[in-house]
């Protein structure tokens, strides 16, 4: 199974080699119980084990062992942050990993294929699913109960109902 996202490094961090992380998790105290990520940079996956994790403002401060200098640490910028499934937290009933929902199909409730999930946002108070169709139009959907009826992960499916005016 394929690793998950977790983040992405945006900079460096002072001059003792942090990098500075936006974080895609819904819960960034997620970071404190990791042990090692994996890093995917120029299309290369290196394992760095972390040595000390910390916050600012919206952003993971993280401390790779063996990484002591900005210059070290400069490398790593806009890379992204992985981690294996075993390292995931457990999920809560109706809850999904993105990585696991992307290229579904997506159907309404009356059987008609809308496309293929391309990608899911957060606007803050809920998913927006973005549905590519056929003809490369892309249809936004909330993640709200009245909107999508149904996910099935093992057969990469979605039914949604389509209330009036969304699309």
Do not use: C
Not at 69 to 86: H, K
């Amino acid at each position: 199974m394929k690793n998950l996202e977790i983040g992405q490094i945006v900079n460096t961090f002072g001059i003792k080699g942090y990098v500075k992380v936006n974080p895609w998790v819904n819960d960034v105290t997620r970071f404190d119980n990791l042990k090692k990520v994996y890093i995917k940079i120029r299309k290369e996956q290196q394992e760095l084990e972390i040595e000390e994790v910390k916050y600012h403002k919206n952003q993971v401060l993280l401390k790779f062992k063996g990484i002591e200098t900005i210059e070290q640490a400069e490398v790593y910028r806009n890379a992204i942050l992985e981690i294996s499934r075993e390292d995931a937290i457990p999920l809560e009933e109706g809850e999904y990993f993105i990585a696991d929902l992307l290229e579904s199909q997506v159907f309404t409730d009356e059987g008609e294929k809308l496309g293929i999930l391309e990608d899911i946002y957060n606007t803050g108070s809920s998913d927006i699913y973005v549905v590519k169709n056929e003809l490369g139009k892309s249809i936004l959907l909330p993640r709200i109960d009245d909107v999508i009826k149904e996910i099935d992960v093992e057969n990469k499916k979605i039914v949604v109902h389509l209330l009036e005016g969304l699309i």
